[in-house]
């Protein structure tokens, strides 16, 4: 329970500021409302205007940080990880944590009005979390043909027509967005990991930090070569991210789980 009291008033605090930067850019945030006429048909890049990115000093900071970080620290455990753990092995974890974060694209499937797809991330989770042995495996996917509706708090507000607002590059957690990051803290209370966290903050730490070398050793050198293609890497990024986010929102095929993969340098 003490834990529990210390870690929600630091939650409390960052949903705070992230509300506070929402509400200093509305104007932004509402003259870039998406429309269904964003939308393409034959998959060219939509639409997203000039970035607003007012914090750009500060977000250049936290790019180099979080690159440093990369290149000196996640890389290197990453891939002493690939070369001990079989690359079957990886993908089975990784499986279990997105079955594991079935809620979060449930409840959001349905504040969309996606029900459909609700029902199919409900199916999966029944399916993956008992044939699948707790979602090691996908045989929703690979025997019944129920694909990922991958859908997150961001892109909910996305859908009812919440912009963007600034470009914010937060340190560890990279590229966002106000929207975004008022959707990651929304999402913080569906994914079963929070809960984990709320009793043993270490605990929760290190699921998250397993997860993200776990996640990485599959993507190795999909970050290197969008890096080298980028004539500035920062604005790439940037503009990446909001080029991918909004593919989200509109609903266009993405292919890869990788964000470098589909995106500016790596279409």
Known sequence: MKNQDSFLPRLGRICFCCLALWLGSMT???GQDVTPEDDSAFGEE???GLASDPLEPINRVFYHFNDKVYFWVLKPVSQGYA???PEE???CVRSFVKNLLAPVRIVNNLLQGKVVNGGVEASRFVVNSTIGIIGLADPAKDELGLFPKDEDLGQTLGVYGLGEGIYICWPFFGPSN????????GDFFLSPVSYLTW???????AVQ??????DTSLTLGDYEDFKEAAIDPYVA??????????KKILDVAVGSESMYNHSVGKN
């Open 209 to 214: 930090a397993g997860r993200e070398v776990n």
């Open 237 to 246: 990024l940037r503009d990446a991210y909001r080029q991918y986010r909004q």
């Open 178 to 185: 106000v929207r975004d990051s008022l959707g990651m803290a």
């Open 46 to 48: 939509p639409d997203i």
């Open 89 to 91: 092995v990886r993908i």
């Open 83 to 85: 070369y001990v753990i």
């Open 28 to 30: 932004t945030v509402f």
């Open 199 to 205: 009793s043993d903050q270490g605990a929760g730490v």
